[in-house]
């Protein structure tokens, strides 16, 4: 099946620093990536979509500028979040599509913890 | 973003029963149903999904049910298991790399 991976897993960063999230599709070539936020025993939150070589769309709500996002692979996406502050600590989740098709296959997560 | 409605939002179930989540949606272009399992601490992973041309797909111990009409769907877990002890959420999309929409989740326990 195919295989999405986040690095890393985990990351205690002080307030005020930046923080990169990397994710990656293993074995196939992924036309678009999602990145989502959860909350403990929340859903998922759709921060926003990204197209390879072409720029994020963000949901309503979500700051371009604290959250950015490039796509600049088929294979790879990076979730870069600045000037982190202890808010900003979630679940962070990738999933990536081939786009021939509407599956959605999820990374194992990120959490972020801000100090 | 269209809603997905997900019930119930926790469900206790004894070992062998049948477990049974709900799911109803608004937007009539969502043509792509699937369910993900998520554990603590781990991303979700996708369970089995179906399209509007079928009622009914099954994959071992999963069900989905489709009712078109009624714009509903619904998860059944057959001979549930305490390893199936997990959150799971209903998900709905139209063509194309559109996001998911999700429920809001189900916990699910499965006590021996």
């Known amino acids: 099946g195919a295989v999405v991976s986040q690095h890393p897993s985990w990351v205690i960063c002080k307030s005020g620093t930046s923080v990169k999230i990397e994710c990656r599709s293993l074995d196939f070539q992924a036309t678009t990536m999602f990145w989502y936020r959860q909350f403990p025993k929340q859903s998922l939150m759709l921060m926003a979509t990204s197209n390879e070589g072409s720029k994020a769309t963000y949901e309503q709500g979500v700051e371009k500028d604290k959250f950015l996002i490039n796509h600049a692979s088929l294979t790879l996406s990076t979730l870069t979040v600045t000037s982190a502050h202890p808010e900003d600590s979630s679940f962070y989740i990738c999933?990536?599509?081939?786009?021939?098709?509407?599956?959605?296959?999820f990374g194992p997560g990120t959490r972020l913890l801000v100090l | 973003q269209q809603q997905v409605k997900q019930s119930p939002q926790s469900l206790i179930v004894q070992k062998g029963g049948i477990s049974i989540i709900n799911c109803a949606y608004e937007?009539?272009?969502?043509?792509?149903f699937p369910w993900y399992q998520q554990f603590p601490g781990k991303g979700p992973a996708l369970l089995i999904a179906?399209?509007?041309?079928?009622s009914e797909k099954k994959e071992g111990r999963f069900t989905i049910s489709f009712n078109k009409s009624a714009k509903q769907f619904s998860l059944h877990i057959m001979d549930s298991q305490p390893g199936d002890s997990a959150t799971y959420f209903c998900a709905a999309t139209s063509s194309g790399n559109t996001p998911l929409v999700f429920g809001k989740g189900t916990r699910l326990s499965v006590i021996a």
């Open positions: 937007n009539t272009a969502f043509d792509y």
């Open positions: 179906i399209r509007p041309d079928v």
């Open positions: 999933s990536a599509s081939t786009g021939a098709r509407e599956t959605q296959y």
